[in-house]
């Protein structure tokens, strides 16, 4: 289930650089602009059922919703509109709001007044791509009062030291970069992650082997049909 209550997006990081939805050979690229979705209420609309008689939402009960996957929950433009948005989240404590961000050090702007410890319903994941943005971004993430939390090394661009960052994380997820112009992934990274996660105990995802793969030496050009199964039939997930 994916909510966008906003679109539109730019460049923060070097991870962005060929970004999926508004990099150099993407469909949106150009599309800079943060604007507000008709999606914006969707987790709270509702559809009459005339047979029962009765009222519900039209996100079903239970599910997780990606949540600005095709844009950044903590964009600047979107400071005004996120107020409203914790608050659609709020009133959807039976569904499990899922976002990832490039942007966690702007968490707290627009924070809502009630978000003590966190709201139980809401997992963030801080993406770092490489060494510098993880030690720029992991420790401000591992600052604030989440409930869930998850690190993101996609696209991963270098070998990362996690192991200081690792108390507290639910999940860590890797996966290469996609794309005509991809970077390198090479699998001795992804290993060394892995192991970082194993020492730790945190449960460990492969997600992609991305469109330029290395392992054993050997580059591999992956079609973007067969980037996840490759990475799922490498078969080193981790789960506890
Ligand atoms: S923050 Fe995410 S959506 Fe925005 S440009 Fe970067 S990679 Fe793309």
């Not at 009133?91 to 899922?98: E, H, I, Q, S, V």
């Not at 409930?147 to 996966?175: A, F």
């Not at 390198?184 to 892995?194: K, S």
């Amino acid at each position: 289930m994916q909510w966008d209550p906003w679109t539109g997006c730019y460049k923060i990081s070097d991870g962005c650089t060929n970004c999926y939805y508004y990099g150099p050979y993407s469909k949106r690229c150009g599309q800079n602009e943060v604007l507000k979705t008709k999606d914006f209420y969707k987790p709270v609309e509702t559809v009459y059922m005339p047979r029962k008689k009765i009222t519900k939402y039209k996100m079903e009960s239970g599910k997780t919703v990606n949540t600005c996957f095709t844009t950044d929950f903590f964009l600047p433009e979107a400071d005004e509109w996120r107020i409203e948005a914790w608050d659609i989240i709020k009133r959807r404590p039976d569904l499990n709001f899922f976002f990832i961000t490039k942007r966690i050090d702007r968490f707290k702007v627009s924070l809502p007044n009630d978000w003590g410890e966190g709201y139980d319903n809401v997992t963030i994941g801080c993406t770092v791509e490489n060494q510098e943005l993880a030690d720029y971004r992991l420790p401000l993430f591992l600052s604030y009062p989440i409930k869930h939390r998850i690190i993101v090394c996609g696209p991963i661009l270098g070998e990362i030291n996690l192991t200081p960052y690792l108390q507290g994380i639910e999940h860590v997820s890797t996966s290469g970069e996609t794309g005509r112009d991809a970077r390198v992934c090479d699998y001795n990274w992804i290993l060394d992650i892995r192991e970082q996660c194993i020492k730790a105990g945190v449960p460990f995802q492969f997600r992609s082997t991305g469109s330029l793969f290395r392992k054993d030496d050997v580059l591999y050009k992956i079609n973007p049909k067969m980037q996840h199964r490759t990475a799922k039939e490498i078969d080193i997930n981790i789960s506890y």
